[in-house]
C-alpha cells in the first residue's frame, strides 16, 4: 500500500491511497493534536484493481488540527497492512525580510526580525517536541512585476538565504528551502502589479514536507 503525501490534502480532508492487490477497503483514523480522535472512516472499495488511486474523504468532529493520520489498506483476500502520516505543521508568524532589488543579500537592518523569527522557532519546537523529528521549510515567493523565470530563480535564492541565516545561528534540526515565484499569490493580482504582501516568505514547521501548490510540478523542497 502506498499513500501519495502530495495529495494528503487537510483543508480538502481527502488523500489518496494504492494497494497493490485488489482492494476490498480503507480504513482511516484522524488524530488530533490533543490526540483525541477526529474521523474513523471505513470506506469500501468493492475489488478495485490494483494500482487503482483511491480517494479517501473524511468529516471531523471539531477543527482541531490534525497531527497524525493512521491508515489500513485491506485487500479481498482477507490481508491488510497499514501506514501512518505525520501531516502536522505549523506556520510561524514573522516580519518580512526587506531585500533590495533583485538581491538576495540580508542587510544587517533585517538581522533583527530573523532573530525573533528565530526565538519564535525555538518555542514552537519546545512545545511540540513530543511529536518526533521536526524540521523547517523555508518557502519564498514574488510578486507578479517581472517573467515568472526571473521570479522563481529570485524567490528561491532569497528562500535559500534565509534558511542559511538560521543554519548560521546553529539551528540544528532538518532545514529545507524552495522558491515558488509568482506561482502562489496572496493576494490575486494581474501581471505586472507591485503587491507587496505577495512578497513573502512562508516559514514551516513540519514532520513531513508540507504539499506545494497544485500544478507546482517542477517544484520540490531541497536540503540546505
Avoid at 514574488?142 to 528561491?156: I, K, M, Q
Wanted: proline share 5%.
Amino acid at each position: 500500500m502506498s499513500v501519495d503525501r502530495s495529495k494528503v490534502d487537510l483543508e480538502g480532508r481527502r488523500l489518496e491511497v494504492k494497494l497493490s492487490r485488489p482492494a476490498c477497503k480503507v480504513v482511516l483514523k484522524v488524530i488530533g493534536e490533543s490526540g483525541n480522535v477526529l474521523a474513523n472512516v471505513i470506506q469500501p472499495f468493492d475489488g478495485s484493481p490494483p494500482g487503482t488511486a483511491l480517494m479517501v474523504n473524511w468529516t471531523p468532529s471539531s477543527a482541531e488540527a490534525v497531527s497524525r493520520i493512521e491508515v489500513w489498506g485491506h485487500d479481498t483476500s482477507g490481508y491488510y497492512v497499514g501506514v501512518a502520516i505525520t501531516p502536522w505543521n505549523v506556520k510561524i508568524p514573522h516580519e518580512e525580510v526587506n531585500f533590495e532589488t533583485n538581491s538576495d543579500a540580508i542587510r544587517q537592518s533585517e538581522v533583527p526580525k530573523l532573530e525573533a523569527s528565530l526565538q519564535k522557532v525555538k518555542e514552537a519546537l519546545s512545545k511540540h517536541k513530543e511529536l518526533g523529528n521536526i524540521s523547517l521549510f523555508i518557502a519564498g515567493h514574488t510578486d507578479s512585476v517581472g517573467s515568472a523565470e526571473h521570479n522563481l530563480g529570485l524567490s528561491r535564492r532569497r528562500a535559500r538565504a534565509i534558511a542559511a541565516w538560521f543554519r548560521g545561528q546553529g539551528l540544528k534540526i532538518s532545514i529545507a528551502y524552495e522558491g515558488l515565484g509568482e506561482a502562489s499569490l496572496l493576494v490575486k493580482t494581474a501581471d505586472e502589479v507591485d503587491e507587496p504582501r505577495n512578497r513573502r516568505v512562508d516559514y514551516i514547521l513540519a514532520i513531513e514536507p508540507p504539499r506545494l501548490p497544485a500544478g507546482a510540478g517542477g517544484f520540490g523542497w531541497k536540503g540546505l
